[in-house]
Nanobody, 124 residues
Framework: QVQLVESGGGLVQPGGSLTLSCAAS????????MGWFRQAPGKQRELVAV???????NFTDSVKGRFTIFRDNAKNTVYLQMNSLKPEDTAAYYC??????????????????WGKGTLVTVSS
């Protein structure tokens, strides 16, 4: 079993900053890509940022220059630092990780896991 737990969401004023964290735990050999998605009310879930195991990063256009993503491989944790927040950044933020897992039966495989989300509200 693998679990992802996000933290760091909350209410922030426009122009403010927040840093989200997502920690993976469980039967983990290694983690490939880690990413952040968001879903605003009435909208589809969209990719915000992704970071590979080698450190390459990609961002959706709307957050370029404002958000950054980084990871601590020793802690199986990915972070999303969000600066210059705008009301349109309001959403539930979810992390996803492509995990090479193992189980008690001695088998292993690769699977995507999701966290349950953390809410970010940007409002004055």
């Amino acid at each position: 079993q693998v679990q992802l737990v996000e933290s760091g969401g909350g209410l922030v004023q426009p122009g403010g900053s927040l840093t989200l964290s997502c920690a993976a735990s469980g039967n983990i050999f290694s983690i490939n890509d880690m990413g952040w998605f968001r879903q605003a009310p009435g909208k589809q879930r969209e990719l915000v940022a992704v970071i590979t195991s080698g450190g390459s990063r990609n961002f959706t256009d709307s957050v370029k220059g404002r958000f950054t993503i980084f990871r601590d491989n020793a802690k199986n944790t990915v972070y999303l630092q969000m600066n210059s927040l705008k009301p349109e950044d309001t959403a539930a933020y979810y992390c996803k990780a492509e995990v090479h897992y193992y189980n008690s039966y001695g088998t292993h495989g690769v699977m995507d896991y999701w966290g349950k989300g953390t809410l970010v509200t940007v409002s004055s």
